[in-house]
């Protein structure tokens, strides 16, 4: 039998085209943002930004993967892949970073391993 937490990051969440919202959301889950949110976005799991979503403030995930445009911190403990139609004004924490061709992406950029944050810490402490 699986663990409730194994099973809880198996859900996918979507705010989807037309959708804004203001504040926090937090999850165990993947995200997938089509729409757009003003706050911060806190996941165990995997987000995935569409072609028309956006963020406005701070990402904390396990892997991400954006195309549409993002401005604000990110901290992703294992992938960050910029798409080639991407736009990320901010700062990046990451282990790992991919960009294609055509991806923008202005700001700071920290690979070093010492600054990167354990995502299921800070989600921990983010949602007391």
């Known amino acids: 039998m699986a663990k409730t937490s194994e ?12 959708t804004t919202i203001e504040g926090n959301v937090t999850s165990n889950g993947d995200i997938r943002v089509d729409g757009s949110l003003k706050g911060t976005l806190n996941t165990k799991g995997k987000v ?5 979503g956006k963020i406005n403030g701070e990402v904390h995930c396990k892997n ?3 195309e549409g445009s993002v401005d604000g911190k990110v901290f992703v403990s294992e992938l ?3 798409r080639s139609r991407s736009k990320l004004t901010g700062e990046i924490t990451t282990n790992k970073l991919a960009i294609e061709p055509g991806a923008l992406f202005t ?18 402490s983010k949602g007391k």
Do not use: A, P, R, Y
């Open 64 to 66: 991400f993967e954006l």
């Open 48 to 52: 995935i930004i569409g072609d028309s």
């Open 7 to 18: 099973m809880e990051n198996k859900t996918i969440n979507l705010i989807g085209i037309g």
């Open 80 to 82: 960050l892949s910029l």
């Open 107 to 124: 700001g700071k950029c920290d690979m070093s391993g010492s600054n990167n944050l354990n995502v299921e810490k800070q989600t921990e």
